[in-house]
T-cell receptor, first 111, second 115 residues
Framework: KQEVTQIPAALSVPEGENLVLNCSFTDSAIYNLQWFRQDPGKGLTSLLLIQSSQREQTSGRLNASLDKSSGRSTLYIAASQPGDSATYLCAVSTSGSRLTFGEGTQLTVNP | DTAVSQTPKYLVTQMGNDKSIKCEQNLGHDTMYWYKQDSKKFLKIMFSYNNKELIINETVPNRFSPKSPDKAHLNLHINSLELGDSAVYFC??????????????FGPGTRLTVL
């Protein structure tokens, strides 16, 4: 059974700092990995999707890496801003379309 | 031009009632999902439909019945609501090609409160 763990559970940083969120999964037989952002009381917004054959994806200040063999992914956020404050969720896709989520990292960026 | 929409946004009801949540996507995707986010914010898949066919059915009480009238809609009907059903329910969609699912797009969620 696939299990996804995210560390840390919460993170508070000053504006402008670079930061790394970590995600690990127990079964390396994944199809892809997605990073989402969830704002309080809102739905999920997809940030990046990395296919199992890829090593990383970049979008603006975000960079996600994937090491499938070790069951790890990181989300790097450069030059953090208060607007980045949200919960970040990692999810892995197995059996074609099933997404298994981690419990999220709650990020607060202080002005 | 909402991509994935759900109605209602909030639903407050008494224990024992039957209720439905509707979901529609205008992305042209062929796969739709229902997820449940509990009070601890943990998201877990409930159902998935591909081209109106059920492909994922997690261990969910049979009081929950998904219905997909067409590829753009996936509704969730819940019978005999219980206190433990209180949660936020999210609908999502993606394009499923060659056994791989693309990016999943989520609706805004329906907050269900059972009193």
């Amino acid at each position: 059974k696939q299990e996804v763990t995210q560390i840390p559970a919460a993170l508070s940083v000053p504006e402008g700092e670079n930061l790394v969120l970590n995600c690990s999964f127990t079964d390396s037989a994944i199809y892809n990995l997605q990073w989402f952002r969830q704002d309080p009381g809102k739905g999920l917004t997809s940030l990046l999707l990395i296919q199992s054959s890829q090593r990383e994806q970049t979008s603006g200040r975000l960079n996600a890496s994937l090491d499938k063999s070790s069951g790890r992914s990181t989300l790097y956020i450069a030059a953090s801003q208060p607007g980045d404050s949200a919960t970040y969720l990692c999810a892995v896709s197995t059996s074609g379309s099933r997404l298994t989520f981690g419990e999220g990292t709650q990020l607060t960026v202080n002005p | 031009d909402t991509a994935v929409s759900q109605t209602p946004k909030y639903l407050v009801t008494q224990m024992g009632n039957d209720k439905s949540i509707k979901c529609e996507q205008n992305l042209g995707h062929d796969t739709m999902y229902w997820y449940k986010q509990d009070s601890k914010k943990f998201l877990k898949i409930m159902f998935s439909y591909n081209n109106k066919e059920l492909i994922i059915n997690e261990t969910v009480p049979n009081r929950f019945s998904p219905k997909s009238p067409d590829k753009a809609h996936l509704n969730l009907h819940i019978n005999s609501l219980e206190l433990g059903d209180s949660a936020v329910y999210f609908c999502a969609s993606s394009q499923y090609a060659s056994g791989l699912a693309g990016t999943q797009y989520f609706g805004p969620g329906t907050r269900l409160t059972v009193l």
